[in-house]
């Protein structure tokens, strides 16, 4: 693909705007979701690990 | 034998090893099927005479809104199950699928605004279409406020079931609502009774696309499971190996 091909490619036909959006968009929310998870799940662990767990008080009865 | 082998799989404890291997072969699945559907669909695939090329929106579009009904189905689904015979794994897999759910939905609300704008010249109607797939939006936000927002996790589970389910009445509604309505959406993309109307690298695209949106599904659910078994079975022993192997 050549410099005019790509600048085509990426107008879309005039259309380029919406069309990325949409790619960007659902790229943008897959990659987020697959960190967020990641890190909930390493959480879980860490929290897991922890050997205190079993005796922990929520501290909002003080 | 073989009965109580599949029975201890309905063991949260038991079932985050299976989980655990199976959602790298979901991730390469999903990730080699998006890389074939991605180049069909934006390299391969001709500008649609009618559209242009913003038709390629479908790619995207059209999976998530797939996903975001059959990933609500599959989650009603194991939410039946956990009602009907009391299942702790049940609840949590329809926890992990519903974030899922409620990304595509967001993802086919957003990529039909951006389709709607040049095919239709608005973002946004209140047809019938859009607003029974916001509707779907706000089932998921609710399924998922209910089951955080009951501290007894049981009693979460059978509350958020119940809504789960009685939303479910939504889904075919979202999907006839374009023979039932007069709607601005247009009508099925893909039948299985009448022959294929668009282009075959546009519709085996926009199909690989819609596997991909699934294996990912799976994947990402799976690595979800993972995190509410481990939150949740706070009375189970892991053992240290167990853990090890997370890292």
Known sequence: ?62 | MSSIAWFRLASPASFFPLARRLVPWFSAGAAVLAVTGLWLGLLVAPTDAQQGDAYRIIFIHVPAAWMSMFIYIVMAFWCAVSLTFNTRLAAMLAQALAPTGAMFTVLALVTGAMWGKPAWGTYWAWDARMTSELILLFLYFGYMALSHAIDDPRRADRASALLALVGAINVPIIYFSVKWWNTLHQGASVSLTSAPTMAATMLTGMLIMAFAAWFYAIAIALLRVQAIIVEREKNFRWSGELLRWIR
């Not at chain 1, 005039?14 to 960007?24: A, D, I, L, P, Q």
């Not at chain 1, 960190?35 to 929290?47: I, Q």
């Open chain 1, 1 to 62: 693909m050549n410099a005019s091909g790509l600048s085509e490619f990426m107008a879309m036909g005039g259309h380029g705007f919406y069309v990325w959006t949409s790619y960007v968009v659902a790229a943008v929310a897959v990659v987020f979701e697959i960190v967020a998870v990641r890190a909930r799940l390493r959480a879980a662990v860490k929290s897991a690990l922890r050997p205190d767990r079993a005796v922990s008080v929520p501290d909002d009865t003080q």
